[in-house]
């Protein structure tokens, strides 16, 4: 039996708009028949609005009519043009313009460099290439070796920034949950002083007591003093 969308919902319109038993509704959208009870006697689905399988295109005016007409008639639902375009779709591989193939290794050269940590399955699916060709370029024996050079891969047009984003975010919280599952803890470096204690420090080292001061201003006024008397003199003298 095809499985049909919104069930519960689905169970309420029936409910509400027609005359079918609870089994029927029960074995149309695949639910317990005390469940739809509890559905015609408010206790199930209260705020739940009810959706017309007809309207939707999964079930015909046919089929309610024969099922209205015996109560030992099951329904039989039709595909919904709905569910079709509601069907996730499954992402094949990525496909590189072939303007854009002889690019990978570079871009590839770039992860092994700047992002390590980043799994090959991870950089294959991104850019769209195989494992035995990241192997080549991480060991250097790749046909074209000499001419490759790091390139980011949403320069060479590979990727888009949010799709290269999430991989590197992805592959850094992975390792940061194995280092925290080893029980591995970042060294911790000098830190700097609170500024209120800096600002204490660096008084304290610059503070001279004012009488300590106010002797050497009067020691330093005396000795200026008497070099000029000492020039006085030259000066009658010549």
């Not at 990727?159 to 999430?166: C, G, P, W």
């Not at 992805?170 to 925290?180: N, P, Q, T, V």
């Not at 201003?217 to 020039?231: Q, T, Y």
């Amino acid at each position: 039996m095809t499985n049909i969308l919104m069930p519960k919902a689905t169970a309420v319109w029936l409910v509400d708009n027609t005359s079918l038993t609870f089994d029927q509704i029960a074995d149309f959208c695949e639910l317990h028949p005390l469940e739809v009870k509890g559905i015609a006697d408010g206790e199930v689905a209260r705020d739940i609005r009810g959706a017309d399988p007809i309207a939707n295109g999964q079930l015909s005016r046919e089929e309610l009519d024969a099922a209205e007409k015996s109560d030992k008639y099951r329904m039989k639902a039709q595909k919904s043009r709905h569910a079709e375009l509601l069907k996730p779709v499954k992402k094949g591989p990525r496909y590189t313009p072939v303007s854009r193939r002889q690019d990978r290794p570079d871009a590839i050269a770039w992860f092994l460099r700047n992002h390590p940590e980043v799994p090959d399955s991870q950089i294959s699916r991104l850019l769209g290439t195989t494992k035995a060709t990241i192997d080549q370029v991480r060991n250097r024996t790749h046909w074209n070796s000499a001419a490759i050079k790091p390139v980011d891969p949403v320069t060479l047009g590979l990727s888009t920034q949010l799709e290269l984003d999430a991989v590197v975010r992805k592959a850094a919280d992975k390792r940061a949950k194995e280092a925290a599952r080893r029980g591995e803890v970042e060294p911790e470096g000098p830190s700097l002083r609170p500024a209120a204690e800096a600002g204490e420090y660096a008084e304290a080292e610059i503070d001279v007591p004012e009488a300590e001061t106010d002797q050497e201003d009067v020691e330093l006024d005396d000795a200026n003093l008497g070099e000029a008397e000492d020039d006085d003199a030259d000066s009658e003298e010549d």
